[in-house]
């Protein structure tokens, strides 16, 4: 068995192999390194990054909330563990961005009525909550110069793009 470490939210992985996708922010396979190698270079942040991440801070906390809503709503058990699995995702987005900025991680609520009743209304919210933070991303991820910066929000935005595909066509 080997110790891996995510490059994305720094989290450790014990196993054989490198997973296909981080377990805790759903980073693809090639960013689970062995931790022997693990290592982030210092950078300065810039005040625009600053800014983006903090909004991209917000963004994450209310998706996790909506998530956690929708699972404790959902009718069937595929959904409601889908839901509650993107909002233990989104919460680990928020703690990834929170450590960039060098921030205690925010507290996200269980309890939150912000989401439908209907199963359906939240698939249709999922989706376009991963599309607006996609495109708020790929903005952020443009006006970054910090080479770090650059890596988190490029990885972010390919693990929102594989939560948009689980609800294609499913409203
Ligand atoms: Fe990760
Ligand atoms: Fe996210």
Do not use: W
């Not at 989290?11 to 997973?19: N, Q, T, V």
């Amino acid at each position: 068995m080997k110790v891996f470490k995510c490059k994305i939210c720094q989290e450790g992985y014990l196993g054989d192999e490198a997973p296909t996708h981080c377990p805790f922010c759903g980073a693809h396979q090639p960013y689970m390194i062995e931790a022997k190698d693990f290592e982030i270079p210092e950078y300065t942040l810039t005040d625009v990054s600053r800014n983006n991440l903090e909004e991209a801070l917000k963004l994450e906390v209310s998706n996790a909330e909506f998530y956690f809503c929708a699972a404790s709503r959902s009718d069937n058990v595929a959904d409601a563990t889908m839901f509650k699995r993107l909002g233990k995702i989104e919460s680990e987005h928020s703690s990834t961005i929170a450590k960039e900025l060098k921030i205690p991680s925010p507290d996200i609520s269980r309890d939150k009525d912000m989401c439908s009743d209907e199963n359906v209304g939240n698939l249709a919210e999922s989706h376009q909550r991963e599309a607006s933070a996609i495109s708020h991303y790929t903005k952020f991820l443009g006006e970054a110069t910090e080479g770090r910066i650059n890596e988190v929000f490029k990885a972010i935005i390919e693990i929102e793009n594989d939560h948009l595909s689980l609800t294609e066509g499913r409203f």
